[in-house]
């Protein structure tokens, strides 16, 4: 069975940096694409950012040229550099698999909170 553990959120100003990670235990990592998403307050889970196995990243406008997704297929972890954090990046944020359709093929963790706020 799949575990998704997310870390490395915190409270950071505008502006400012975070670095989240992914371990995606149990997993057969490397085969899958994936993402990370993110719930702020009182909305819907969103997409943030993908990357297939063959490495090629995809955006969400909102995060386009702040955010960089990677992915370390030996330790099954997943990263999300995230540079001139905004108040409106605010949010949990989630890993989990990548599809067209929008749909995720395992379980979600718990999430790694982010607060941009002065």
């Known amino acids: 069975q799949v575990r998704l553990v997310e870390s490395g959120g915190d409270l950071v100003q505008p502006g400012g940096s975070l670095r989240l990670s992914c371990v995606a235990s149990g997993s057969t990592f490397r085969f899958w694409a994936m993402a990370w998403y993110r719930q702020a307050p009182g909305k819907q889970r969103e997409f943030v950012a993908a990357v297939n196995t063959a490495d090629i990243t995809t955006y969400a406008d909102s995060v386009k040229g702040r955010f960089t997704i990677s992915r370390d297929n030996a330790a099954k972890t997943l990263y999300l550099q995230m540079n001139r954090l905004k108040p409106e990046d605010t949010a949990v944020y989630y890993c989990?698999?990548?599809?067209?359709?929008?749909?995720?093929?395992w379980g979600w963790g718990r999430g790694t909170p982010v607060t941009v706020s002065s």
């Open positions: 989990n698999t990548h599809s067209i359709d929008g749909s995720v093929s």
